[in-house]
């Protein structure tokens, strides 16, 4: 794991990280022996993952570990372990530690949270294997088809129904995960300060990165996602990755998509910035009063495929007020007028993963809840409860395919193309916090976080 500063809570003492992950794991535990259980298996062996080499080069691509490896521990760089879990008994974990080198081995790992294992250092998969038990015929396997698992003899590989039945607890996030989510975001928003700051002072795209990834102390391939750093135009392309070490003849706005790692767990966040331009600035801050109602409506019970359609029909407020569309904020969402600037889902659940296991479905046993009609990006579709973590990222975007589409068909006339025209040059608006279901409503992690910041400066 990276250096990411001081967390707030402490490591170790009452009510620290470690007594967190101790509750934490045992949660783990059970629902793992719950789902092993009802999928008619003894025992879990979960693989980190492999280093993928690049294609005909003694390189390989940076390492990913599995999410379901990461889920029992925070290690995050140590390809080809393994994690064994029988009910009832210690997890034990096999710790490839090869003897290498030419690149560093993963160190014996040290921390909160590793007595709570039975850790074997093990050279290669051979080593690995003589510290499972010698049967593994009921042991269900998750991670990659590695070329020595048929002499494993596992019960099944990847087995879509108990993988269901392990994600789906998964959007429930523990008092251990939450306080790691919250790190996650503070140390993002840091990031996010130090790239506002670049843009003030003139950055390039690069330069912008380079402020949030030397702010936060984490490397781009420890980040739980590439940032989006992205100058006017550039701001209208959803994921827009480029980067760009020059700068633009003229700035207008800034928009970053940009969240840092604690613990193997992400935060992603979203801020927008006008370059001296009132207008676009009123823009964003509608924008932002806009994604504050939509937070307000957080707390248990509510259905997010209903969040995302109320983010419409705000959205369609905007837009009139804005004066970027001509008719009334009601034909604007039943005609899909609103969908050329907003195409993409209100937010995810998130977590180990930036868009976390489990957002569509219905039980673990099986089905999913499909998205509205005509929405075909939303990520979530489940109704909140207690201890999700949700992103909530409304935008408003000039994206010229959509616009294009939209003037060939019968939105044109519902457009006010001299305000769109005018508008381009910006790209977009993007808000996006993460924000923790409690039992009344939802906790802000985002700008609970940028708050204690300004508070500290
Ligand atoms: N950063 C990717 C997303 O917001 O979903
Ligand atoms: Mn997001
Ligand atoms: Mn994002």
């Known amino acids: ?60 691509y940076p390492f990913e570990v599995h999410a379901p490896f990461k889920v029992w521990a925070p290690l995050l760089e140590a390809p080809d372990s393994f994690l064994y879990f029988e009910p009832g008994r210690r997890p034990l974990l096999a710790l490839h530690q090869p003897d290498d080198y030419w690149y560093k081995p993963p160190a014996l790992p040290q921390g909160y949270w590793t007595r709570h294992f039975d850790i074997h250092p093990c050279r290669d998969l051979d080593a690995a294997r003589r510290v499972l038990p010698a049967s593994l015929r009921t042991t269900a396997f998750l991670g990659d088809s590695l070329a020595e698992l048929p002499t494993w003899a596992v019960a099944d590989i990847n087995p879509p129904r108990l993988i269901r039945h392990l994600d ?12 790691c989510l919250r790190q996650a975001s503070r140390v993002g928003t840091r990031g996010h300060l130090a790239a506002a700051r670049a843009f003030e002072a003139g950055a390039s795209e690069f330069e912008i990165e380079l402020a949030f990834v030397g702010a936060c102390g984490q490397r781009e391939q420890d980040l739980p996602y590439n940032p989006i750093v992205a100058l006017n135009e550039g701001a209208a392309i959803l994921h827009y990755q480029v980067l760009e070490t020059s700068l633009p003849a003229q700035r207008h706005s800034l928009l970053i998509d940009a969240g840092a790692e604690f613990a193997g767990y992400a935060s992603d966040i979203t ?32 259905d997010w495929r209903e969040v995302h359609l109320q983010a419409h029909r705000l959205l369609a407020g905007v837009l009139r007020e804005a004066d970027i569309i001509t008719c009334g904020a009601e034909e604007a969402v039943t005609t899909a ?13 998130l ?27 939303l990520r979530l579709t489940r109704t909140l409860q207690e201890g999700f973590v949700v992103t909530m990222e409304p935008g408003l975007y000039f994206i010229p395919q959509l616009l294009e589409a939209a003037r060939a068909d019968e939105r044109s006339a519902r457009i006010n193309w001299r305000r769109v025209d005018s508008l381009r040059k ?22 609970d976080a940028f708050g204690a910041a300004s508070a500290a400066a």
């Open 271 to 302: 801020r927008s910035y006008s370059h001296r331009d009132a207008d676009f600035a009123a823009l964003i801050g509608r924008m932002d009063r806009m994604q504050q109602a939509l937070c307000a409506g957080v707390r248990p019970g509510v």
């Open 168 to 179: 789906f607890p998964r959007a429930t996030k523990s008092p251990y995960e939450l306080a």
């Open 426 to 447: 910006f790209g977009g608006i993007r808000v996006e916090d993460d924000l923790a279901v409690t039992a009344t409503g939802c906790e802000n992690l985002t700008r």
């Open 337 to 349: 007028t609103t969908r050329v600037f907003l195409p993409h889902g209100i937010g995810h659940l």
């Open 1 to 60: 794991m990276a250096d990411v500063g001081a967390p707030a809570r402490p490591l170790a003492g009452p009510n620290s990280l470690e007594d967190l992950f101790a509750a934490h794991l045992e949660g783990v535990c059970l629902r793992t022996a719950r789902a092993l259980e009802a999928c008619g298996y003894s025992a879990l062996l979960v693989h980190s993952g492999s280093l993928l080499p690049v294609f005909q080069d003694d390189r390989t």
């Open 351 to 377: 977590g180990l993963e930036v868009h976390d296991a489990g957002g569509f479905m219905r039980s673990p046993d099986g089905g999913e809840i499909p998205r509205p009609e005509g929405h075909p990006y």
